[in-house]
């Protein structure tokens, strides 16, 4: 959901919703004995790929109050699972967003990529060995902070020397 003001505030609240929903059946399907790892895979099948539905687009652009909204969430379904069967299975949402936007960045980077035009051209190898603090790709300029947190600035400031 993209707003107006090109915030993220909709779709936070939208996502947090839908989630929201999906988290009562998972309450019942403990209720009914469903056993410890099949409710983790409802979870993982059912509730997260809601959190995580076009994450790469929207990861770097969020408030830390929108992330936390959103990570608690996995908190909640921790809570109704069980702390000590689920909390060492399920990898934090933002360490996963995280992970999908390097993934989605490497895979820009590669030239049989239809959006791999988006990326700027390389730096001339000459000019990286003198810099000392060179990138292969540079970073282009981004006046206001919306572009700065845009997926493409935030991916070539982070994640190109990893």
């Known amino acids: 959901m993209v707003t107006d003001t090109l915030t993220w505030n909709d779709n936070t609240i939208s996502i947090c919703s839908k989630a929201?929903?999906?988290?009562?059946?998972?309450?019942?399907?403990?209720?009914?004995g469903m056993s410890t790892t099949?409710?983790?895979y409802y979870y993982t099948a059912v509730i997260r790929p809601v959190l995580e539905y076009c994450s790469v687009?929207?990861?770097a652009s969020i408030t830390a109050e929108q992330s936390r909204q959103i990570d608690s969430i996995q908190r909640r379904a921790v809570r109704i699972i069980g702390f000590?069967?689920?909390?060492?299975?399920?990898?934090?949402?933002k360490e996963r967003r995280n992970n999908?936007?390097?993934k989605f960045f490497d895979a820009l980077l590669r030239p049989d990529n239809c959006l791999h035009d988006l990326i700027p051209v390389d730096r001339n190898r000459d000019a990286i060995d003198r810099l000392r603090h060179a990138n292969r790709i540079?970073?282009?300029?981004?006046?206001?902070?919306r572009y700065k947190?845009?997926?493409?600035i935030n991916a070539l400031t982070h994640f190109q020397n990893c």
Not at 20 to 29: G, Y
């Open 20 to 32: 929201s929903k999906r988290l009562h059946f998972l309450k019942l399907l403990k209720r009914s």
């Open 100 to 102: 999908q936007a390097k």
């Open 38 to 40: 099949d409710l983790i």
């Open 138 to 145: 540079p970073v282009p300029f981004a006046r206001t902070e």
């Open 149 to 152: 947190r845009s997926f493409l």
């Open 57 to 59: 687009v929207w990861h």
């Open 84 to 93: 000590s069967e689920c909390a060492s299975q399920l990898t934090p949402l």
